[in-house]
């Protein structure tokens, strides 16, 4: 399992459940690594597409609150269910996709973490763990920098040595 994120310099991913930067580059990254693939996601996550509709072209897996059903997506209401509906699938081919509680209780179960770094602070009010203050995570490659939007950013991937089952 991954986990695909973009953070500010100080591993910032969000604030007034919305995304710090519009990064046009970032999108087109994350449309090419998610498509047909499995997202899995908080509710608040979901509510804050457009119309509060799954992403097309994916599997959307959410664990949402007791009392939430949907048909467009696979509705979780535990960990436990959502282990169960993870087991399903390939692991490879499931990514983390978000909110900031979610990315953190799902961070030791990820192999990788796909991190974009944006070279600017974003003012967040939710945050990333910082994989560098990790032992068990390690940067494993970083790509040049790419102007997007009149910011810079980094692609980069992290690797963790110690996965936990899920």
């Known amino acids: 399992m991954k986990s695909i994120v973009a953070v500010d310099k100080k591993w ?11 990064l046009p580059e970032d999108m087109a990254f994350f449309r090419k690594t998610t498509l047909n693939k499995v997202c899995c996601m908080g509710y608040n996550t979901l509510l804050s597409f457009p ?21 467009d997506c696979i509705i979780v209401h535990t960990l436990e269910e959502l282990s169960k509906e993870l087991n399903k699938y390939n692991k490879d081919e499931i990514f983390v996709i978000g909110g900031a509680m979610f990315y953190k209780t799902m ?25 560098d203050n990790l032992d068990n995570w390690s940067c494993v490659y970083v790509s040049d920098p790419v102007e997007t939007n009149g910011l810079t950013i980094r692609f980069t991937t992290y690797k963790n040595s110690d996965v936990l089952d899920f």
């Open 51 to 71: 119309g509060s509709k799954p992403l097309k072209n994916r599997t959307s897996i959410v664990l949402a609150p007791d009392g939430v059903e949907r048909d």
């Open 12 to 22: 910032g991913i969000g604030k007034k459940n919305d995304l710090l930067f519009s």
């Open 107 to 131: 961070l030791p179960y990820c192999d990788e973490v796909l991190v974009t770094k944006v070279d600017a602070d974003g003012g967040a009010e939710v945050f990333y763990e910082n994989l």
